[in-house]
């Protein structure tokens, strides 16, 4: 088994972290300057973080505009709720009018034309009598 030389750090390490061994870089500086992958990567980097702040500050933002929209559409259905109990009151007020006359105009013309029919069966009733009386006489007259 491959082992390294430098082994993992674990909680009873006695040297602080940090760098064990102080070492001269600047050696290197001037390649690392050149090394245009990683300049690519870190200009790639910097643009994901734009990237990043944007499309969350866009969230944020959509966020708002759709708490905004459930806003407005709840505010839209509890105010047809409201309009619908209104109508339905004034619906239900206006059919109690409209039975109350109605039966009232029912009731009137049953009077009406109860009277009639009691007026015509007095007449016919009337009539029959005289129509007897007459027939009666008549009789009396031939005999």
């Known amino acids: 088994?491959?082992?390294?030389?430098?082994?993992?750090?674990?909680?009873?390490?006695?040297v602080p972290k940090g760098n064990l061994i102080n070492?001269?870089?600047s050696a290197?500086?001037?390649?690392?300057?050149?090394n245009v992958p990683l300049k690519a990567m870190d200009?790639?980097?910097?643009?994901?973080?734009k990237d990043y702040e944007v499309m969350l500050m866009e969230r944020i933002e959509s966020k708002k505009q759709l708490e905004a929209k459930f806003q407005d559409i709840q505010r839209k259905i509890q105010a047809n709720r409201d309009f619908s109990a209104a109508e339905i009151k004034r619906v239900?007020?206006?059919?109690?009018?409209?039975?109350?006359?109605?039966?009232?105009n029912l009731k009137?013309?049953?009077?009406?034309f109860e009277l009639k029919v009691k007026l015509m069966r007095d007449y016919n009733r009337q009539?029959?009598?005289?129509?007897?009386?007459?027939?009666?006489r008549l009789e009396n007259s031939i005999h």
């Open 43 to 49: 200009t790639q980097l910097k643009e994901m973080d």
């Open 1 to 14: 088994m491959n082992q390294s030389p430098v082994s993992p750090r674990s909680p009873t390490d006695l």
């Open 23 to 25: 070492k001269d870089m």
């Open 92 to 104: 239900q007020d206006t059919l109690k009018a409209f039975r109350s006359r109605f039966e009232i």
């Open 127 to 136: 009539e029959f009598k005289n129509a007897d009386n007459r027939l009666d």
């Open 108 to 112: 009137d013309l049953k009077d009406e």
């Open 28 to 34: 290197f500086i001037p390649q690392q300057d050149d």
